[in-house]
Antibody, heavy 121, light 107 residues
Framework: QVQLQESGPGLEKASETLSLTCTVSGGSISSGGYSWSWIRQPAGKGLEWIGRIHTSGSTKYNPSLKSRLTMAVDTSKNQFSLKLSSVTAADTAVYYC?????????????WGQGTLVTVSS | DIQMTQSPSSLSASVGDRVTITCRASQSISNYLNWYQQKPGKAPKLLIYAASSLQTGVPSTFSGSGSGTDFTLTISSLQPEDFATYYCQQSYTTLWTFGQGTKVEIK
């Protein structure tokens, strides 16, 4: 059973860089047919797809965040990460990591439990 | 970006009711449409993929239909554990987008 777990600071100061890591267990992050993504959800609001990374290193970012966003993957640790620079209060949200299945139909089948990041001024 | 619009934004229903949620895409997405259920404080859970395929372990009271721009999620007999928020998501383009959500509440 694949499991994902987000980790990182729960509090960031405005203008700083938010850094989160997602650790994958129960399967290899390098397994074929999958990409690895981040999704966020401000309190009481809907889901926003942030971006994805493949173990080849290829990425796709949401254009609304692209200028501030960097994703990386570390196959030796079975982890992938997100860095979001110049954060503001608008970046306060629960951040989820998820596995995307691209082997046929495309969907996110495994999700982390989510981690709350609060940006303070 | 493809915009996904769900209706209604919320609904009240009773246990045993048949519930239908609709999702409309701003352009054709073939059948690249997924449905997720989210309960408070929990991660979303995949219910339906490819518009009408039931994810393993999901009760058969859930069903999905549609193609192109118009899709529906139907719960044939609402159970107490089904009270939650439901999101549609398109995966047709490389930039995936979600609907705004439909909250199903107890009447």
């Amino acid at each position: 059973q694949v499991q994902l777990q987000e980790s990182g600071p729960g509090l960031e100061k405005a203008s700083e860089t938010l850094s989160l890591t997602c650790t994958v267990s129960g399967g290899s992050i390098s397994s074929g047919g999958y990409s690895w993504s981040w999704i966020r959800q401000p309190a009481g609001k809907g889901l926003e797809w942030i971006g994805r990374i493949h173990t080849s290193g290829s990425t796709k970012y949401n254009p609304s965040l692209k200028s501030r966003l960097t994703m990386a993957v570390d196959t030796s640790k079975n982890q992938f990460s997100l860095k979001l620079s110049s954060v503001t209060a608008a970046d306060t949200a629960v951040y989820y990591c998820a596995r995307e299945d691209w082997s046929g139909s495309r969907y996110s089948d495994y999700w982390g439990q989510g981690t709350l990041v609060t940006v303070s001024s | 970006d493809i915009q996904m619009t769900q209706s209604p934004s919320s609904l009240s229903a009773s246990v045993g009711d048949r519930v239908t949620i609709t999702c409309r895409a701003s352009q054709s997405i073939s059948n690249y449409l997924n449905w997720y259920q989210q309960k408070p404080g929990k991660a979303p859970k995949l219910l339906i993929y490819a518009a009408s395929s039931l994810q393993t372990g999901v009760p058969s009271t859930f069903s999905g239909s549609g193609s192109g721009t118009d899709f529906t999620l139907t719960i044939s007999s609402l159970q107490p554990e089904d009270f939650a928020t439901y999101y549609c998501q398109q995966s047709y383009t490389t930039l995936w987008t979600f609907g705004q959500g439909t909250k199903v509440e107890i009447k």
